[in-house]
């Protein structure tokens, strides 16, 4: 398999980003973050970018391990605000985040779209909350298993994106990266075969080129998600366009979630 930083595939350099959901607490944080810090080496982070995704409660701790020891370990939040700031209680802003050093910031998580109703339009709104202050999203796009079941995949998950990116320049969303989850696959071990995971992600990117260019297409990162290990994460990330994966329960524990950023040495 040619590296995913080859001429031809944009350049792209694979993103592993670990999603911790509502799991460890600050001080849990710490000690997790300096397992990853001790564990991951220069060689890992010149093949793939690697990035987690803490609670909000974490970031500063995170945040001072990362700039005390320089770490080449970039964070983010799992959610972000659409409004700028204000009376809007419990939120946290871009620029907050932004202020904490994050790199990432989630947008459309599919458990933020179930249990908080968030719609394509305020995913929408975050995704441009993101960009105004320089955080980068990952647009979590993915269908529920009744429409998996009724073939009604790939125009859902197209749907999703093209709300997601409404009015969204091509500057802009040259940068953003995007995470397909098929709802199915979270949580549940029940993990996309490569060729399910690919199609979609495929046509992911030939909606980018249609939306914007294929210059632009071949140039944003399409991660999968949902139940991968270390055990699955080759036979994925051999997939033409699946630049990397959003990690959530294998990421809680440091020596599997780095087995998964070597995944190369699981290539065949
Ligand atoms: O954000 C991560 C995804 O929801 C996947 O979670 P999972 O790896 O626990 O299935």
Redesign the pocket.
Known sequence: MAPKSAPGDGGRKPLIAG?W?MNLTHLEAIAHVQKLAFGLKEADYAVADITVLPPFTDLRSVQTLVDADRLELTYGAQDVSAHEKGAYTGEVSALMLAKLGCTYV?AG???RRQHHGEDDTLVNAKVKAAFKHELTPIL?IGEGLEIRQADGHLSHCLSQLDGALEKVSAELARQVVI?Y?PVW????GEVATPDDAQEVCGAIRTRLAELYSGDLADQVRILY????KSDNIAGIMAESDIDGA??????LDAGEFIKICRFRERLA
């Open positions: 999603n959901k989630l998580h599919s458990e979590c995470a989850e696959a979270i949580g549940t998600g949902g139940s991968v959003l990690v959530g329960g294998a990421s």
